[in-house]
């Protein structure tokens, strides 16, 4: 590693995952406002994650689509269009 790139104030943080729930703790130097109370009785800053390990459909084998901003149906109506030309 070159020195004196890499930061140096990594701190306790929790990530939490949105889609179900689940949170761990890990180092980082990511910067958050929000704290919440950790199974050890300590409080530590929040990471918000939309997609982990624990809801990401390569990790869990289910094939879970996620279409928050309806992609989908306007990728199908663009389509549609198309096909009818």
Do not use: C
């Not at 939309?50 to 279409?67: Q, R």
Request: without cysteine.
């Amino acid at each position: 590693m070159k020195q004196g790139i890499h930061p140096e104030s990594f701190r306790f943080v929790i990530f939490k995952d949105m889609s179900n729930e689940n949170a761990f703790l890990s180092r980082s130097t990511a910067k958050s406002s929000e704290t919440m109370m950790w199974e050890d009785g300590n409080e530590y800053p929040v990471i918000k994650l939309e997609v982990s390990n624990t809801s990401h459909p390569f990790y869990t084998g289910k094939n879970v689509l996620l279409d928050t901003a309806g992609r989908i149906d306007k990728f199908n109506k663009r389509y549609a269009k198309k096909r009818e030309i």
